[in-house]
DNA sequence: TCGTTATAGAACCATATGGTTATGGAATGA
DNA sequence: TCATTCCATAACCATATGGTTCTATAACGA
């Protein structure tokens, strides 16, 4: 799988509120198929599709535990798409200045500009 | 539209290449549609359906200068997700205490080394 | 061995996605 | 006014996605 693959299969994985929701659940510690799916108003095979499609993302990786098959959330593909967001870094940067620039005209449209407070992210 | 639609919006719109290599592109600066549809073996049309995408997780805006309607990137839904990503972010950093560890282990398997909490792996 | 539990897979359905070609419409320029 | 340029929309198609129900299988517990 490509470089660009692995990304689009982790975005896809992503894209998805229920496949969210099983991740932060995950973040908390192992968990089996019935588990994740209980919050979930939802049939148990429609939870081990996405569980497959997370799985495909290498979001998770699955043990075996007697009958059940706990899964595991895996952080490699999170870091990777935090790396390709790194490149995008200084747009949101910027436009944050633009704003930052904007709201300080409006509201003392002749003093000079001081610096920010607050941070932003 | 409720954040995490927001969220649903932006990862499926970050989910496929073409419109990944649009965003690059918009990154070095405005582009009318006709500029971004060059580089890419698709029709004009599809370009658009691309674009809208885009548009819809307000990861583009679009300007008008005579006939062309020039694409610019707009950084704040990727600050979002930048947000989200932060709370995996220990994660993926103990991921790679975790592979540190063995890779350890690997270099100097006599030595002892100190005890990994946690069975797996 | 037999029943139960946990999960996966198959078949099916509705809708979404990503592409096409053809067409329409706004702004420009001659 | 009229042709051209730039772009969007419509209609269509194939495939993917996200759900369902029903069934199969693997591991346990009695």
């Given at each position: 799988m490509t470089s660009s693959e692995r990304l689009n299969a982790t975005f896809i994985a992503l894209a998805d509120p229920t496949r969210r929701a099983i991740l932060a659940r995950l973040a908390t510690g192992e968990a089996s198929v019935l588990e994740l799916a209980k919050?979930?108003?939802?049939?148990q095979p429609a939870i081990s599709k996405h569980l497959k499609v997370l799985e495909r993302a290498g979001l998770i990786s699955r043990g075996r535990d007697a009958q059940r098959r706990p899964c595991r959330i895996e952080g490699k593909p999170l870091a990777d798409i935090s790396e390709w967001l790194e490149n995008y870094r200084r747009i949101w940067e910027e436009n944050f200045q633009r704003l930052d620039a904007l709201l300080e005209e409006l509201q003392a449209p002749e003093k000079k500009t001081a610096p920010r407070k607050g941070k932003r992210l």
């Open positions: 919050p979930f108003a939802m049939s």
